[in-house]
């Protein structure tokens, strides 16, 4: 039996995404792109999924980290901290995208995000150069 994982439920145009707890550093109730005064890029998961709302109302800010480095992600909404005792594998085709899994809520389907998938993602569709930050 797997280990119970915790994440932070995030959400972008109504949908529900999810980051490993791990991987936060902090969360703003802002526009942020610095971490500890430090400029680093910024993301905004609503552009880069495709989904049709404003990125203007996108006023909450996660700071992940990972081994590709510190950055921050623009969402709509931050939900609570949430426990659950399994993440179910993405079938394969998913697992392609910036996805490590998902949990099945009583408030619908979480994709879980795999941070170090979605900088790389990232680094891939947008030349270095571009980044914010």
Do not use: W
């Not at 991987?23 to 999924?49: K, P, Q, R, T, W």
């Not at 993405?90 to 995000?113: K, N, S, T, Y």
């Amino acid at each position: 039996m797997s280990a119970p994982v915790r994440y932070l439920p995030i959400e972008i145009s109504g949908r529900l995404f999810g980051f490993p707890i791990a991987s936060v550093l902090a969360v703003h109730g802002n526009e942020s792109d610095s971490a500890e005064g430090e400029s680093i890029m910024c993301i905004d998961l609503g552009c880069l999924f495709g989904l049709a709302d404003s990125p203007a109302l996108r006023s909450q800010t996660v700071i992940l980290s990972t081994l590709a480095g510190v950055y921050a992600v623009r969402v709509d909404a931050l939900h609570p901290i949430r426990t659950v005792n399994k993440v179910d594998a993405m079938p394969p085709l998913l697992a392609m995208c910036p996805f490590q899994g998902v949990v099945l809520e009583p408030d619908g389907l979480v994709l879980m995000i795999d941070p170090r998938q979605l900088i790389e993602l990232v680094r891939r569709a947008v030349p270095e150069d571009t980044h914010e930050g």
